[in-house]
């Protein structure tokens, strides 16, 4: 018999010789269930309930745990000759003893009720412990929570500054493009009409005419196409050139239908002249319409004749 076997034994005579178990104490089979976590649900509950009020079968627990759980790291192992020499000193004792005393039922319920009130505060502080200790973990985790929402939230905020800076880097440097090509447009802009003009002062010819109220019905502007000429160059002089930023001019047949239409004519050179072009047209009497300014204020109606040859 081992000796797990013969402790076993041992308890179990103790319970039949005390006579005090009313089948309301928790049994050696039921304890070493226990501790093993062995039970179901509802009956460790059930024992664990048990144990807190029962003082016959804390002991039972106290002995059945200490025998079952491994030695701790500050207990010294006990030899196999030390156990065998504890129990042929114990066995002689056992053997001669025919029974064993126990506490009475009214000594034992004396001391179940005296330790009543200290079970139930020690009750009351784990449960106080418990809600202290679940109290403190969620506000930990709270914390950590929070601090974790905060690290995001600096993280998106850091993100959305980087690619905020980088949009408004692509504008300015979309900006400054945009700028250098214009500027690359008007240079060449101003290239082709140096040349146009060039081209046009050796080609096209260019007739000046002074226009004035005094001027008569027949004194009209003489414009005269010869040749494969395609166009030719009107410049006006007019009294007060700089009256207004911009002009603009009609030309219009006998019948009143407008063959010709330019606008933003500026004045240049000392003498304030408004230079445009007049593609070739039929061989009549036309009217040319000046205005003045955005507004297209009228400023008067003067006679132009046009010849070929």
């Not at 395609?230 to 009256?243: D, Q, T």
């Not at 072009?277 to 009217?287: E, L, P």
């Amino acid at each position: 018999m081992s000796h797990r076997e013969e402790f076993r034994a041992y308890m179990k005579a103790a319970d039949r010789t005390s006579g005090i178990n009313y089948g309301r104490h928790l049994t050696e089979a039921q304890v070493i269930a226990y501790c093993r976590n062995e039970m179901s649900e509802a009956e460790h509950q059930a024992a664990e309930t048990h144990l807190v009020w029962c003082e016959q079968c804390i002991a039972l627990f106290r002995s059945v745990r200490d025998f079952l759980e491994p030695a701790h790291d500050d207990e010294q192992e006990i030899t196999t000759a030390e156990t065998a020499e504890a129990w042929r000193s114990l066995w002689p004792e056992i053997r001669g003893k025919k029974t064993v005393e126990f506490p009475r039922a009214r000594e034992k319920q004396f001391l179940s009720r005296a330790t009543l009130p200290l079970a139930a505060g020690l009750a009351l502080s784990l449960l106080a412990l418990g809600w202290q200790t679940w109290r403190l973990l969620s506000e930990r985790r709270s914390r950590e929570q929070s601090q974790q929402v905060a690290m995001v939230w600096e993280s998106k905020q850091h993100e959305l500054e980087y690619r905020l800076a980088q949009v408004e880097q692509n504008g300015r440097d979309q900006l400054q493009q945009e700028r250098d090509q214009r500027l690359a447009a008007e240079a060449e802009r101003d290239r082709l009409q140096d040349h146009l003009s060039q081209q046009s002062s050796q080609e096209i010819p260019v007739f000046t005419a002074r226009l004035s109220s005094e001027r008569g019905v027949d004194d009209d502007v003489r414009v005269r196409f010869s040749g494969a000429t395609r166009a030719a160059r009107l410049k006006l002089l007019i009294s007060k050139p700089y009256e207004f930023p911009e002009y603009a001019v009609e030309l219009a047949d006998e019948s009143g239908r407008i063959v010709m239409k330019t606008s933003s004519l500026r004045p240049s050179g000392d003498d304030g002249a408004l230079s445009l072009r007049i593609n070739r047209v039929r061989s009549g009497r036309y009217k040319l319409r000046l205005f003045g300014g955005k507004e297209k204020k009228p400023l008067g109606e003067y006679g132009v004749s046009v010849t070929q040859s």
